[in-house]
């Protein structure tokens, strides 16, 4: 497991709109960009599982207690987002909330923990529920702690 630096050349996501927000929400040092859709956002460093680059995107959280929540949603596809497989690879990754930057480790929910929180999830973005009803395959929960 290795710790993603801050400093390494960061590729962002390849999808426009994640690309722009992700730009927007660094380079104004966490104070702009910080939303998508009413909901907060946070930017999310991994380490892709095939090159080893540092990869970022944009991802809505929810909270539980002291940790923030990601959601492997991609809108509700039959296959996991590609950060999610990286996660698996390697949970070691770079969070940044807002002006604040930290190391953290991602951890997948159990069934039992991600019925827990989904509630909370679903109040945050109600599209979870639509997206839940349109995939056949379980949509995972992450927990992100601070190491």
């Known amino acids: 497991m290795t ?3 801050h400093d390494e050349e960061v590729q962002v ?3 426009n709109w994640v690309a722009r927000q992700a730009e927007l ?3 104004s040092g966490g104070t702009k ?3 998508q859709l009413g909901v907060p956002c946070l930017l999310l460093d991994c380490t892709g599982r095939r090159t080893g ?3 970022r995107t944009v991802l809505m959280y929810g909270r539980d207690e002291d940790d923030y929540l990601i959601v492997g949603s991609n809108r509700g596809s039959d296959r ?3 950060w999610y497989l990286n996660l698996l690879a390697d949970p070691a990754v770079g969070v940044r909330v807002g002006t604040e930057r930290f190391p953290a480790l991602a951890v997948t929910l159990t069934p039992q923990e991600r019925e827990r929180v989904w509630p ?3 109040e945050v973005f109600p599209r979870y529920a639509e997206y839940r009803a ?3 395959r379980e949509i995972p929960v992450v927990r992100l702690r601070r190491c």
């Open 3 to 5: 710790q993603p630096r």
């Open 13 to 15: 996501s390849p999808v």
């Open 25 to 27: 929400y660094e380079s």
């Open 33 to 35: 960009g910080t939303t």
């Open 53 to 55: 680059a540092l990869r």
């Open 80 to 82: 996991h987002p590609l």
């Open 120 to 122: 909370h999830l679903v």
């Open 134 to 136: 349109r995939t056949h």
